[in-house]
């Protein structure tokens, strides 16, 4: 099919806290071309809530089909939110790392959560609850990747290009090579003792990656720090000159007392 040509690039779907009043999230995607070229190919490339779309099937075999996600109220031109194929695409929730707390207050959307296949997460492992907790949310899931800090181990130079888009520990020293091949081991031996009641554990694909070479690689593009409130300063310095004189209130109280005994 020609349409098939046409497809986008699996992408990462990144979130992050929301600056906004009222918002508690925003997703870093950009609405994917096909979206927008015309309305031939939204109707190709749009997933449909219709029942009766026979055609959906057909369409998904041959591409990447994307649906509405992370709506949150509305805007003047519709809908908020963010399109993502749950197929091809992956989720990162950026900046939670509780997996319990964080499916309990919607880390995925209702909507997504079902079908997701791809979810990247900002930990270096899962302890059984954790990994209980989240195949019973995602019951699709096919890929988790683990997102770790570089941050210990960047002092060792370099980091080294992915292999096979996975992190690449070559040339670290021994004891950091030893720590983490440990996550990997701890838990491949989780997903064996678990596999038995949850078979689908079997075909999970699991991957580590360092957070930053996952943002080069993948073109996430972050938003910029916020910008500084100048009038925060000036509160902070008020408060310093305030706290200041109470205690120099309370010091010459202190010294007149000590006077008259």
């Given amino acids: 099919m020609i349409w098939a040509f046409a497809s986008p690039e699996p992408a990462f779907v990144a979130q992050v806290k929301s600056r906004k009043v009222g918002r508690r999230y925003h997703q870093l995607r ?38 509405l996600h992370f709506r949150e109220g509305s805007t003047r031109n519709g809908l908020r939110g963010r399109f993502m194929s749950s197929d091809t ?46 195949i019973d ?28 888009g996975e992190l690449n520990i070559n040339g670290f020293p021994t004891v950091w090579q030893n720590h983490l091949q440990s996550y990997r081991s701890k838990f491949n031996t989780l997903l064996k003792k678990m596999a038995p009641k949850y078979p689908k554990l079997n075909t999970l694909k699991v991957k580590w990656r360092f957070q930053d070479q996952i943002i080069a690689n993948e073109g996430i593009k972050l938003l910029p720090p916020p910008e500084e409130d100048p009038f925060k300063e000036l509160d902070r310095e008020m408060n310093r000159i305030s706290r200041r004189k109470i205690k120099e209130k309370r010091e010459r109280k202190q010294a007149k007392d000590r006077s008259s005994l």
């Fill in 30 to 67: 950009e609405i994917p071309a096909v979206l927008h070229t015309c309305r031939e190919s939204r109707n190709e490339f749009l997933e449909t809530d219709d029942p009766n779309d026979i055609s959906l099937q057909r369409r998904r075999l041959a591409h990447p089909v994307y649906k």
């Fill in 137 to 164: 949310k995602v019951p699709t899931l096919g890929t988790l990747t683990f997102a770790l800090s570089a941050s210990y181990y960047s002092r060792f130079g370099s980091l080294l290009p992915e292999i096979n």
């Fill in 89 to 134: 695409d992956t989720f990162w929730p950026l900046e939670i790392d509780t997996i319990g707390h964080a499916f309990a207050n919607h880390f995925v959307n209702p909507s997504l959560s079902p079908v997701l296949r791809h979810l990247t997460i900002t930990r270096c492992s899962l302890d059984e609850w954790e990994l209980k907790s989240l």
